[in-house]
């Protein structure tokens, strides 16, 4: 079984090009507005970013829990508040102050692993 937080990045990874698909194709027929399409583009973004980094992360820097549970809150937070606001802002307006906090989260995560002890740098054949 692989470790917890490689699974969550790549999955995490994996949707991120499946929402960055949809926003570029089938969101563009349901909304016109394209500040709410560029927001969409950018929780894909900052997605799959932070899905390679929590990926990396899992290997190098295993023993740091927190810097990965950090990434993930931050993406869950930062992105799928975006999501959630293109998709439907008057529903999910409360979610507004979520995506800067997820933000935070996602800035903590590396500043966590720009302090970890000795990263383990993996040896390839």
């Avoid at 999910?92 to 692993?113: A, D, E, N, Q, R």
């Avoid at 302090?115 to 040896?123: A, N, Q, S």
Wanted: aromatic content about 12%; hydrophobic content about 50%.
């Amino acid at each position: 079984m692989p470790p917890p937080f490689w699974t969550i990045g790549c999955l995490y990874g994996a949707s991120s090009v499946m929402l960055g698909a949809f926003g570029a194709h089938g969101l563009k027929k349901r909304i016109a507005d394209p500040v709410r399409l560029a927001n969409w583009s950018t929780a894909a973004h900052y997605q799959m970013i932070h899905s390679c980094a929590l990926t990396f992360a899992s290997v190098v820097a295993p023993q740091n829990t927190l810097a990965a549970g950090l990434l993930t809150a931050g993406m869950t937070m930062f992105s799928g508040s975006l999501y959630l606001l293109v998709l439907d802002p008057e529903r999910f307006k409360f979610l507004g102050p979520v995506t800067p906090l997820g933000g935070l989260c996602l800035i903590g995560g590396w500043m966590l692993l720009a302090f970890t002890k000795r990263p383990i740098v993996p040896k390839f054949k």
